[in-house]
T-cell receptor, first 118, second 113 residues
Framework: GAVVSQHPSWVICKSGTSVKIECRSLDFQATTMFWYRQFPKQSLMLMATSNEGSKATYEQGVEKDKFLINHASLTLSTLTVTSAHPEDSSFYIC??????????????FGSGTRLTVV | QKEVEQDPGPLSVPEGAIVSLNCTYSNSAFQYFMWYRQYSRKGPELLMYTYSSGNKEDGRFTAQVDKSSKYISLFIRDSQPSDSATYLCANLPRRGGYNKLIFGAGTRLAVHP
């Protein structure tokens, strides 16, 4: 089955530094990847949608200069949290979708990254 | 009104019970309906999906969709402690935003021995 690898699984960083999270589709080409944020006991909040080779589309209220998304290849998307602050501490999850499908390889989620900013 | 409404629970049941999880949705353009299971500190995993009204069964799980009332359900038979997780319903519109899942709030389920 489709596998999406996300790492690191957890990271602790100092306030003011930047953190990069990687999301890779291992056995399919992901033309679209999604980045979510999840607070404890809450549902997933979509942050942005990225299509390979083009700029990401950010949801309302998400700062694009703070959450930099790069989707340079069909198997890799990265989310960089720039100048992280404690309020950015959260669980970040990526999801990848293969072109031309709704299910099967579509919408496979990574295992998430727990970011703690101290 | 949210596009997908789901009671967050928590729902606590004894082992072996039949569990019923439900969502309602408001957008009649939704065509695909999914249930995801999410264990604590993990990404969601797809349990079941369907695109038509009626029932779809997979082992102990049954997904049910009633498009006329915009109501979707997930039934878990013979529930096990390993079923303890958060269950998220998700919908996809037919077109125009086709690639963006719309999630419910998620229902936390605890199955105790």
């Amino acid at each position: 089955g489709a596998v999406v690898s996300q790492h690191p699984s957890w990271v602790i960083c100092k306030s003011g530094t930047s953190v990069k999270i990687e999301c890779r589709s291992l056995d399919f080409q992901a033309t679209t990847m999604f980045w979510y944020r999840q607070f404890p006991k809450q549902s997933l909040m979509l942050m942005a949608t990225s299509n390979e080779g083009s700029k990401a589309t950010y949801e309302q209220g998400v700062e694009k200069d703070k959450f930099l998304i790069n989707h340079a290849s069909l198997t890799l998307s990265t989310l960089t949290v720039t100048s992280a602050h404690p309020e950015d501490s959260s669980f970040y999850i990526c999801s990848a979708r293969e072109a031309g499908t709704v299910m099967n390889y579509g919408y496979t989620f990574g295992s998430g990254t727990r970011l703690t900013v101290v | 009104q949210k596009e997908v409404e789901q009671d967050p629970g928590p729902l606590s049941v004894p082992e072996g019970a039949i569990v019923s999880l439900n969502c309602t949705y408001s957008n009649s353009a939704f065509q695909y309906f999914m249930w995801y299971r999410q264990y604590s500190r993990k990404g969601p995993e797809l349990l079941m999906y369907t695109y038509s009204s009626g029932n779809k069964e997979d082992g102990r799980f049954t997904a049910q969709v009633d498009k006329s009332s915009k109501y979707i359900s997930l039934f878990i038979r013979d529930s096990q402690p390993s079923d303890s997780a958060t269950y998220l319903c998700a919908n996809l519109p037919r077109r125009g935003g086709y690639n963006k899942l719309i999630f419910g709030a998620g229902t936390r389920l605890a199955v105790h021995p």
